[in-house]
């Protein structure tokens, strides 16, 4: 039953989730995460058991075609779907469903997102994302330290690709993320 349910959130939010519906890890952003990003939450998933492929990615105000190109979906780095990016003709306005699709995540929302899908752990990767969390479970989510919500590991980070960029930034990402590993 829960695997229906995964596969109808999957299928109700196609540009806000990506990912498996028995994704056991979810990464939470505002928007796109870099590449780099992408890559240390995918090679921590496996790192802390979780595995490479069982982490589903939710955007709460996912990217607009124009934006799309800067950031490749996570087919794109296997070659699958490496396609040039579909183009519209320049007379087509986009209809209300697709703006209704493309239009940021409530708070009801995303706690439909994450029930429906029902990871074990959550990686909160910007104050954005962890501050529509907090909303969705009317509790706080403290950013750079761990945190629980629905009995759920959380990861909750003020920008995590910024914490990249440095190898202390690294290291203290590294510390929190191991606050998620399976026992």
């Known amino acids: 039953m829960l695997f229906a349910t995964a596969e109808a959130v999957l299928a109700q939010f196609p540009l806000q989730?990506?990912?498996?519906?028995?994704?056991?890890?979810?990464?939470?952003?505002?928007?796109?995460?870099?590449?780099?990003?992408?890559?240390?939450?995918?090679?921590?998933?496996?790192?802390?058991?979780?595995?490479?492929?069982?982490?589903?990615?939710?955007?709460?105000?996912?990217?607009?075609?124009?934006?799309?190109?800067?950031?490749?979906?996570?087919?794109?780095?296997s070659g699958e779907g490496a396609a040039a990016p579909k183009k519209e003709p320049a007379a087509a306005?986009?209809?209300?469903?697709?703006?209704?699709?493309?239009?940021?995540?409530?708070?009801?929302?995303?706690?439909?997102?994450?029930?429906?899908?029902?990871?074990?752990?959550?990686?909160?990767?910007?104050?954005?994302?962890?501050a529509l969390l907090a909303e969705a479970y009317r509790q706080p989510v403290f950013c750079d330290h761990p945190n629980r919500l629905s009995a759920r590991s959380v990861a909750a980070f003020t920008n995590f690709a910024a914490l990249l960029e440095t190898p202390e930034g690294k290291q203290r990402a590294w510390s929190l993320l191991k606050e998620l590993t399976l026992e």
């Open 17 to 77: 989730v990506q990912g498996c519906p028995n994704a056991s890890l979810m990464c939470v952003s505002s928007g796109p995460l870099p590449a780099q990003a992408r890559d240390a939450v995918t090679a921590s998933a496996e790192r802390l058991g979780y595995g490479r492929e069982n982490v589903a990615w939710v955007e709460v105000a996912p990217a607009t075609a124009e934006e799309e190109p800067a950031t490749a979906p996570p087919s794109a780095a």
């Open 93 to 130: 306005l986009p209809s209300a469903a697709d703006a209704a699709d493309a239009a940021p995540l409530t708070e009801l929302q995303l706690r439909t997102i994450v029930e429906g899908l029902d990871p074990v752990a959550l990686v909160v990767a910007d104050a954005a994302a962890a």
